[in-house]
């Protein structure tokens, strides 16, 4: 059974910085591309940063210059250095993998709970 768990939300003030973490533990055959996404209140969940297990990465517009993706391949985990925030980045941030695993045939997504991150004075 595979788990993602994401951890590093909390509460900043404008232009304060952030770092989000996420591992992805269980029996992993293999993993493709990990990402971030968020969903702010009322709004449909939007994909924030990917990385490719080859290292190539993926920002979206609003965070682009201020957000910074990366991963460590042999510990399944990928993080989220995030910079100069501002109130619209309030949401809950969701941590993503693409893996196969012994539970599932092929490749599947695989999502953590979630990690709240407010950005208020």
């Known amino acids: 059974q595979v788990q993602v768990v994401e951890s590093g939300g909390g509460l900043v003030q404008p232009g304060g910085s952030l770092r989000l973490s996420c591992v992805a533990s269980g029996t992993i055959f293999g993993v493709n591309a990990m990402a971030w996404y968020r969903q702010a209140p009322g709004k449909q969940r939007e994909l924030v940063a990917q990385v490719t297990n080859g290292g190539s990465t993926y920002y979206g517009d609003s965070v682009k210059g201020r957000f910074t993706i990366s991963r460590d391949n042999a510990k399944n985990t990928v993080s989220l250095q995030m910079n100069s925030l501002k109130p619209e980045d309030t949401a809950l941030y969701y941590c993503?993998?693409?893996?196969?695993?012994?539970?599932?045939?092929?490749?599947?997504?695989?999502w953590g709970q979630g990690t709240q991150v407010t950005v208020s004075s």
């Open positions: 993503n993998a693409n893996l196969r695993s012994s539970g599932r045939i092929g490749w599947n997504d695989y």
